[in-house]
């Protein structure tokens, strides 16, 4: 076990307002600030907030989600602080599949359903266009959650491609593949256009091996030379 991430809060890791991204919930929090975190998480949290690259690498089931996500909303957290927290991708999250940024989503829904302040949304190959097929789209993939305040689309989620090139989200989730159509993409480009990129987080990084491995160090090098 490590710190708790009120623990992390009170020795200036971690914003104070972490206090309030779930406050108002009637259902138990996800990110409980008082849960003691796992030691690779607080080892994790206190690496990157200070603007280390790190590799997380340990088994199934362990945390590794909270490893990024923790210090992705503190650096949102503290912009809104300083308000700061204008439009604009300040995270990028990459996944080999999308039903793995699927099942990913559905945890950052359930952190901030009740914080409209930090936006987020998925752009991959099943992202509708147009916002109202991309809602009755939404509407039908997560009719059956077990909160009924998430079988709707939240205040704060991105849910079609038009929407996120006019706000880009906070927290954008993607592939590979996807996001290297962004790039080049004529109309697409203006998701970068305005952001103010902080953090890029492969997950699932052991399967980035071989061709693979090579296209995604190219992508990750244009990616940084266009932002």
Not at 12 to 20: E, N, Q
Not at 160 to 176: A, G, Q, V
Not at 207 to 225: D, H
């Amino acid at each position: 076990s490590g710190k708790t991430i009120e623990e992390l809060i009170d020795n200036g890791t971690l914003s104070p307002l972490f206090r309030d991204l779930e406050k108002g919930k009637k259902y138990q929090p996800k990110l409980p600030i008082t849960r003691p975190l796992y030691l690779h998480q607080e080892k994790a949290i206190e690496k990157i907030v200070v603007g280390k690259n790190v590799v997380v690498s340990t088994g199934t089931g362990s945390g590794k989600t909270n490893c990024f996500v923790i210090p992705v909303i503190n650096e949102l957290l503290r912009e809104k602080a300083q308000g700061t927290l204008n439009d604009g991708v300040r995270a990028v999250f990459i996944y080999p599949m999308n039903a793995l940024a699927n099942d990913q989503i559905k945890g950052l829904r359930e952190i901030l359903m009740d914080y409209p302040d930090i936006r987020f949304g998925v752009y991959n190959g099943g992202t509708e266009n147009r916002e109202s097929d991309a809602i009755k789209l939404y509407e039908a993939m997560y009719a059956n959650e077990k909160y009924p305040e998430l079988r709707k689309r939240l205040s704060n989620e991105e849910v079609s491609r038009d929407e996120m090139k006019k706000h880009p989200p906070h927290i954008l989730f993607t592939n590979y593949a996807m996001l290297e159509h962004m790039l080049f993409r004529p109309g697409d480009d203006s998701i970068f256009s305005n952001s103010n990129f902080k953090f890029v987080v492969l997950d699932e990084a052991h399967v980035y091996a071989g061709a693979t491995g090579i296209e995604t160090s190219f992508l990750i090098g244009r990616l940084k030379g266009r932002i």
